[in-house]
């Protein structure tokens, strides 16, 4: 390493880069066009409460601290993981004390969707008196992580991952601030596998010039330190996917799904949800449409629980490719939900008497065994609309077609 990068890390070695080259002015803030459009509309006298929401690493902790800034707030920060209920209401009553000298104060709350309902609702007393402006980050969607009586309070505002000329830039600021000379299909390599990350493409800079003797125009040599970083799966990412996977194999694209399949794989997914939610599918999506989908989905859980990764991917290989390939059909998932809906929205439904366990019409039970093609003509139910509705499709059609001459035979 050379002196003057020598010089530049002995000066803050325990503060990493991405902390170091956090942007203080909204100029330098990268990306987030949308954003900047609504900051330039806000004033500080009617600061609204503001949550802020997205991918890790696009910059939702560093625009908080430059509002602060942009109109000379306070801003205490807390940590919804990390600090408890007893260090909110001192950082509340400091904010408090602010308002009384006569300034108004920002309680930044990180990772507020961790904030359970009892932690929101103490909230909503001084939201509503207006004791501070509350910032919140979150990488989940505010409509599913916040209670209702929160989100009336406040705007929500998306951020997006950053695109790959925003990480070249970023890449590019870090390089000149450290006297990294860092060739460009590198800066290119890394803006492209960084999942639109700033901090974790500058925590790759940071890496790289731990090696700066080294040729970092090799790929290979880069891939080998760092491509096991580039694995992002969040809370987010975890539920796109299995619904990608879901949709593609309901959809019958066997590629899509098999795609799908090993990006959970490779990103550490859990094999048994991956076999679980094939159960599911199994039932809803292709039903009795071919009845041994179900059959291979059960086994394939089983299996996959025996065996473990890695050979736990072919058996799951083979679930979704099988499930993918089989006819489709969701007329029983339609059907009980059609059946609970009517059963919900009526009196109790009365067992026909023929048919209870114990009752002096039992005898008049007609036992479908004793009659040709095992049915005879009976009264099963009271009268409701009917709920199943064959698809008339692949083994589907072959049971009505069954059901239908047993029924002619027998006229």
């Known amino acids: 390493m050379q002196d003057n990068q020598m010089e530049i890390f002995a000066q803050g070695a325990h503060i990493p880069l991405a902390h170091r080259l956090r942007p203080s002015k909204l100029e330098h803030f990268a990306g987030q066009n949308q954003i900047k459009n609504k900051v330039a509309a806000l004033k500080a006298e009617t600061l609204p409460h503001l949550i802020f929401y997205g991918p890790p690493g696009c910059g939702k ?19 919804a993981v990390l600090a408890g209920v007893k260090d909110l209401r001192e950082i509340i009553q400091q904010a408090k004390s602010d308002l009384n000298s006569g300034q108004k104060a920002i309680i930044f709350i990180d990772e507020i969707h961790r904030f359970n309902k009892a932690q929101q609702d103490a909230l909503l007393p001084h939201l509503e008196t207006g004791d501070f402006v509350l910032f919140g980050a979150t990488t989940e969607n505010p409509n599913a992580s ?4 929160i989100q009336s309070r406040v705007q929500k505002w998306r951020l997006n991952k950053l695109e790959d000329e925003q990480l070249n830039e970023v890449i590019d600021s870090a390089c000149r601030e450290i006297n990294l000379e860092l060739p460009a299909n ?26 700066s003797d080294k040729d970092l125009s090799d790929l290979n040599f880069i891939k080998d330190h760092l491509i096991e970083t580039f694995r992002v799966f969040d809370t987010n990412r975890h539920y796109d996917v299995i619904s990608a996977f879901i949709k593609s194999v309901r959809g019958s694209d066997v590629d899509a799904a098999l795609l799908w399949l090993a990006a959970m794989l490779e990103e550490g997914e859990d094999v048994e949800f991956i076999a679980r939610r094939l159960i599911i599918l199994a039932s809803e999506d292709i039903g009795n449409a071919d009845p041994r989908g179900l059959q291979i989905a059960t086994s394939a859980h089983y299996a996959v629980k025996q065996i473990g990764m890695p050979e736990a991917r072919i058996i799951l290989a083979q679930a979704t490719t099988y499930l993918s390939l089989a006819p489709k059909s969701n007329a029983s998932y339609l059907a009980i939900d059609e059946a609970l809906e009517y059963v919900r929205q009526n009196p109790t439904v009365e067992v026909p008497t023929h048919l209870k366990n114990h009752h002096p019409d039992k005898k008049d039970y007609l036992y479908p065994h004793s009659y040709p093609n095992h049915w005879v003509e009976q009264k099963y139910k009271p009268s409701t609309p009917k709920f ?24």
């Open 146 to 149: 916040l209670n209702p009586a």
């Open 186 to 211: 590198t800066r290119d390599f890394i803006a492209k596998n960084c999942s639109g990350d700033a901090r974790m493409a500058l925590n790759q800079v940071e890496r790289l010039a731990e090696h």
């Open 388 to 411: 199943y509705q064959s698809s008339n499709h692949a083994y589907e059609k072959m049971q009505e077609d069954f059901q239908r001459k047993s029924r002619q035979k027998n006229s």
């Open 61 to 79: 902790t560093t625009l908080a601290f430059i509002l602060a800034e942009k109109f000379s707030l306070p801003l205490y920060s807390f940590n």
